[in-house]
């Protein structure tokens, strides 16, 4: 089981940018698709981008033109970069592990992270 921590979020001012990680404890998080989720205060968790075993990737189309999901070629860190921040991006996010795309398996999630808090400031 894939165990996950997220690193990144604080405090920013509207228009800025942040680049949150998700590190695995097992080196290859590859074997996993890795999905990035964010909750804003009293609103449900949301999916928000993932990447799949082959590379490829996929974001929620609300957020596809400022969010960007990569993973570093040691294939232990998933990225994911915010440009342009806005004050609804103010949310903690989570990082999963999951052995399907969110299409196809939505609820199948075998690992969460702790979570990265993000507040744009407004």
């Known amino acids: 089981q894939a165990q996950l921590v997220e690193s990144g979020g604080g405090l920013v001012q509207p228009g800025g940018s942040l680049t949150l990680s998700c590190v695995g404890s097992e080196r290859r998080l590859a074997q996993w698709t890795i999905r990035w989720y964010r909750q804003a205060p009293g609103k449900q968790r949301e999916f928000v981008a993932e990447i799949y075993i082959n590379a490829k990737t996929r974001v929620a189309t609300s957020v596809q033109d400022r969010f960007t999901i990569s993973r570093d070629n040691s294939l232990t860190t998933i990225y994911l970069q915010i440009r342009d921040l806005k004050p609804e991006d103010t949310a903690v996010y989570y990082c999963?592990?999951?052995?399907?795309?969110?299409?196809?398996?939505?609820?199948?999630?075998?690992?969460w992270g702790q979570g990265t808090r993000v507040t744009v400031l407004s």
């Open positions: 999963a592990a999951s052995p399907a795309p969110f299409l196809m398996a939505p609820q199948k999630v075998e690992a």
